[in-house]
Protein backbone atom coordinates (compact mmCIF):
# COMPACT_ATOMS: atom_id res chain seq x y z
CA UNK A 1 0.00 0.00 0.00
CA UNK A 2 1.31 3.64 -0.63
CA UNK A 3 3.55 5.11 2.32
CA UNK A 4 0.83 8.27 2.45
CA UNK A 5 -2.86 7.48 3.02
CA UNK A 6 -4.99 11.12 2.87
CA UNK A 7 -8.46 11.61 4.13
CA UNK A 8 -10.94 13.18 3.23
CA UNK A 9 -10.96 11.87 -0.23
CA UNK A 10 -13.20 14.68 -1.12
CA UNK A 11 -13.99 17.98 0.48
CA UNK A 12 -16.66 20.11 -0.39
CA UNK A 13 -16.50 24.22 1.05
CA UNK A 14 -18.27 27.37 0.98
CA UNK A 15 -15.92 30.09 -0.64
CA UNK A 16 -14.32 31.89 3.04
CA UNK A 17 -14.37 28.81 4.77
CA UNK A 18 -11.19 26.64 6.12
CA UNK A 19 -10.33 23.47 4.69
CA UNK A 20 -8.22 20.75 6.33
CA UNK A 21 -6.91 17.74 5.13
CA UNK A 22 -4.73 14.89 6.99
CA UNK A 23 -1.85 12.83 5.81
CA UNK A 24 -0.26 9.61 7.45
CA UNK A 25 2.55 7.39 6.37
CA UNK A 26 4.45 4.35 7.93
CA UNK A 27 8.22 4.35 7.83
CA UNK A 28 10.72 7.34 9.10
CA UNK A 29 10.60 10.37 6.91
CA UNK A 30 13.11 12.55 5.62
CA UNK A 31 10.79 15.57 4.29
CA UNK A 32 7.12 15.44 3.38
CA UNK A 33 6.09 18.26 0.93
CA UNK A 34 2.51 19.09 -0.01
CA UNK A 35 1.35 19.22 -3.74
CA UNK A 36 -1.63 20.79 -5.89
CA UNK A 37 -2.87 19.42 -9.04
CA UNK A 38 -5.47 21.20 -10.83
CA UNK A 39 -7.74 19.34 -13.28
CA UNK A 40 -5.38 17.40 -16.07
CA UNK A 41 -2.60 19.23 -15.11
CA UNK A 42 0.70 18.58 -13.80
CA UNK A 43 1.56 19.02 -9.57
CA UNK A 44 1.99 22.59 -8.00
CA UNK A 45 4.46 22.33 -5.14
CA UNK A 46 3.13 24.19 -1.92
CA UNK A 47 5.45 23.16 0.96
CA UNK A 48 8.24 21.26 2.23
CA UNK A 49 8.57 20.60 5.51
CA UNK A 50 11.29 18.47 7.19
CA UNK A 51 11.19 15.96 10.06
CA UNK A 52 12.77 17.94 12.07
CA UNK A 53 10.02 20.13 12.14
CA UNK A 54 6.55 20.56 12.99
CA UNK A 55 4.50 23.73 11.42
CA UNK A 56 5.08 25.63 8.50
CA UNK A 57 3.36 28.88 7.06
CA UNK A 58 2.89 29.61 3.88
CA UNK A 59 0.25 32.55 2.86
CA UNK A 60 -3.27 31.26 3.46
CA UNK A 61 -1.23 28.11 4.19
CA UNK A 62 -0.59 25.83 7.34
CA UNK A 63 1.10 22.84 7.67
CA UNK A 64 1.79 20.92 10.68
CA UNK A 65 3.66 17.41 11.23
CA UNK A 66 3.68 14.64 13.89
CA UNK A 67 6.32 12.87 13.40
CA UNK A 68 5.10 10.72 16.50
CA UNK A 69 1.91 9.87 14.89
CA UNK A 70 3.24 9.58 11.40
CA UNK A 71 0.52 12.17 10.27
CA UNK A 72 0.63 15.60 8.85
CA UNK A 73 -1.96 18.67 8.22
CA UNK A 74 -2.68 20.86 5.57
CA UNK A 75 -4.75 24.02 6.47
CA UNK A 76 -6.21 26.19 3.81
CA UNK A 77 -7.84 29.38 5.52
CA UNK A 78 -10.18 31.59 3.91
CA UNK A 79 -10.94 29.23 0.65
CA UNK A 80 -11.19 30.59 -2.76
CA UNK A 81 -12.76 29.42 -5.35
CA UNK A 82 -9.33 28.86 -7.38
CA UNK A 83 -8.14 26.76 -4.51
CA UNK A 84 -10.45 23.96 -6.10
CA UNK A 85 -8.01 21.25 -7.03
CA UNK A 86 -6.62 17.55 -5.68
CA UNK A 87 -4.05 18.01 -2.80
CA UNK A 88 -1.86 15.09 -2.76
CA UNK A 89 1.46 14.87 0.41
CA UNK A 90 4.38 12.80 -0.63
CA UNK A 91 6.86 11.28 1.49
CA UNK A 92 10.42 10.82 0.99
CA UNK A 93 12.35 8.33 3.42
CA UNK A 94 15.82 7.97 4.37
CA UNK A 95 16.17 4.27 2.41
CA UNK A 96 14.80 5.88 -0.77
CA UNK A 97 16.61 8.58 -1.33
CA UNK A 98 14.93 11.24 -3.25
CA UNK A 99 11.95 9.01 -4.10
CA UNK A 100 8.70 10.06 -3.36
CA UNK A 101 5.53 8.42 -2.63
CA UNK A 102 2.31 9.64 -2.66
CA UNK A 103 -0.88 9.74 -0.67
CA UNK A 104 -4.18 9.14 -2.67
CA UNK A 105 -5.33 12.72 -2.45
CA UNK A 106 -8.10 14.76 -0.91
CA UNK A 107 -10.08 16.66 -3.65
CA UNK A 108 -11.45 20.00 -2.62
CA UNK A 109 -14.06 21.53 -3.90
CA UNK A 110 -14.68 25.35 -3.00
CA UNK A 111 -18.28 26.65 -3.54
CA UNK A 112 -18.69 30.45 -4.17
CA UNK B 1 12.97 29.08 -11.51
CA UNK B 2 12.94 25.49 -11.42
CA UNK B 3 10.34 25.17 -14.31
CA UNK B 4 9.97 21.98 -15.98
CA UNK B 5 8.72 21.53 -19.56
CA UNK B 6 7.02 17.74 -20.89
CA UNK B 7 5.97 17.24 -24.60
CA UNK B 8 3.31 16.51 -25.98
CA UNK B 9 0.59 17.38 -23.52
CA UNK B 10 -1.89 15.33 -24.96
CA UNK B 11 -1.25 12.31 -27.70
CA UNK B 12 -4.05 10.01 -29.35
CA UNK B 13 -2.42 7.21 -31.48
CA UNK B 14 -3.70 3.91 -33.23
CA UNK B 15 -3.11 0.57 -31.08
CA UNK B 16 0.82 -0.75 -32.19
CA UNK B 17 2.12 3.01 -32.04
CA UNK B 18 5.22 3.95 -30.31
CA UNK B 19 5.48 7.46 -28.17
CA UNK B 20 8.15 9.07 -27.23
CA UNK B 21 7.34 11.82 -24.04
CA UNK B 22 10.09 14.47 -23.46
CA UNK B 23 10.75 15.90 -20.06
CA UNK B 24 12.80 19.01 -20.04
CA UNK B 25 14.59 21.00 -17.34
CA UNK B 26 14.63 24.35 -19.09
CA UNK B 27 16.82 26.16 -16.08
CA UNK B 28 18.52 23.90 -13.45
CA UNK B 29 20.11 20.66 -13.92
CA UNK B 30 18.54 17.65 -13.11
CA UNK B 31 20.46 14.58 -12.16
CA UNK B 32 17.02 12.47 -11.53
CA UNK B 33 13.79 12.90 -12.97
CA UNK B 34 10.89 10.64 -12.42
CA UNK B 35 8.63 8.93 -14.21
CA UNK B 36 4.87 8.88 -13.08
CA UNK B 37 1.58 7.50 -13.98
CA UNK B 38 -1.72 8.44 -13.21
CA UNK B 39 -5.14 7.03 -13.56
CA UNK B 40 -8.31 9.01 -13.19
CA UNK B 41 -9.07 10.51 -9.84
CA UNK B 42 -6.11 7.92 -8.40
CA UNK B 43 -2.42 9.37 -7.26
CA UNK B 44 0.24 9.18 -8.90
CA UNK B 45 2.20 5.87 -8.91
CA UNK B 46 5.90 6.40 -9.81
CA UNK B 47 7.41 4.26 -12.85
CA UNK B 48 11.13 4.65 -12.41
CA UNK B 49 13.78 6.35 -11.66
CA UNK B 50 15.80 7.79 -14.21
CA UNK B 51 19.55 9.42 -13.35
CA UNK B 52 21.68 10.88 -16.01
CA UNK B 53 23.47 8.88 -17.94
CA UNK B 54 23.09 5.64 -15.99
CA UNK B 55 20.20 2.83 -16.74
CA UNK B 56 16.92 3.64 -14.78
CA UNK B 57 15.07 2.13 -11.96
CA UNK B 58 12.05 0.30 -12.17
CA UNK B 59 9.47 0.07 -9.75
CA UNK B 60 8.19 -3.23 -9.34
CA UNK B 61 5.64 -4.56 -12.29
CA UNK B 62 6.75 -1.81 -14.46
CA UNK B 63 7.40 -3.47 -17.18
CA UNK B 64 11.50 -2.17 -18.81
CA UNK B 65 11.05 -3.13 -22.44
CA UNK B 66 7.35 -2.01 -22.57
CA UNK B 67 8.67 1.78 -20.69
CA UNK B 68 11.82 2.58 -22.34
CA UNK B 69 13.63 5.96 -20.51
CA UNK B 70 16.54 7.50 -21.64
CA UNK B 71 18.57 10.30 -19.00
CA UNK B 72 21.33 11.52 -21.62
CA UNK B 73 21.41 14.79 -20.31
CA UNK B 74 21.21 16.78 -17.02
CA UNK B 75 18.62 18.27 -19.14
CA UNK B 76 16.63 15.71 -20.53
CA UNK B 77 14.67 12.32 -20.26
CA UNK B 78 12.51 10.33 -22.37
CA UNK B 79 9.89 7.76 -22.09
CA UNK B 80 8.81 5.59 -24.82
CA UNK B 81 5.81 3.49 -24.60
CA UNK B 82 6.82 0.97 -26.89
CA UNK B 83 4.00 -0.75 -29.22
CA UNK B 84 1.46 1.03 -26.74
CA UNK B 85 -2.04 -0.80 -26.24
CA UNK B 86 -5.17 0.89 -25.05
CA UNK B 87 -4.53 -0.09 -21.55
CA UNK B 88 -1.35 2.25 -21.75
CA UNK B 89 -4.12 4.73 -21.98
CA UNK B 90 -3.21 6.90 -18.91
CA UNK B 91 -1.88 10.50 -17.77
CA UNK B 92 1.91 10.50 -17.48
CA UNK B 93 3.83 13.02 -15.13
CA UNK B 94 7.43 13.60 -14.82
CA UNK B 95 9.80 15.28 -12.33
CA UNK B 96 12.94 16.81 -12.07
CA UNK B 97 15.34 17.00 -8.63
CA UNK B 98 18.39 19.19 -9.51
CA UNK B 99 21.97 18.78 -8.38
CA UNK B 100 22.69 18.97 -4.20
CA UNK B 101 18.96 19.72 -3.96
CA UNK B 102 18.94 16.98 -1.43
CA UNK B 103 15.92 18.57 0.27
CA UNK B 104 14.27 20.29 -1.96
CA UNK B 105 10.73 19.69 -3.79
CA UNK B 106 10.70 17.79 -7.43
CA UNK B 107 9.48 19.90 -9.69
CA UNK B 108 6.79 18.80 -11.97
CA UNK B 109 5.69 18.95 -15.73
CA UNK B 110 2.48 19.21 -16.69
CA UNK B 111 1.44 15.98 -17.74
CA UNK B 112 1.03 13.87 -21.27
CA UNK B 113 -2.62 12.35 -21.73
CA UNK B 114 -2.13 9.36 -23.86
CA UNK B 115 -5.19 7.97 -25.63
CA UNK B 116 -4.33 4.69 -27.36
CA UNK B 117 -7.20 3.58 -29.84
Known amino acids: SQQGEEDPQALSIQEGENATMNCSYK?????LQWYRQNSGRGLVHLILIRSNEREKHSGRLRVTLDTSKKSSSLLITASRAADTASYFC????????????FGGGTRVLVKP | GAVVSQHPSWVICKSGTSVKIECRSLDFQATTMFWYRQFPKQSLMLMAT?????????EQGVEKDKFLINHASLTLSTLTVTSAHPEDSSFYIC?????????????FGDGTRLSIL
Open chain 2, 50 to 58: SNEGSKATY
Open chain 2, 95 to 107: SASGVGLGNQPQH
Open chain 1, 27 to 31: TSINN
Open chain 1, 90 to 101: ATDFKAAGNKLT
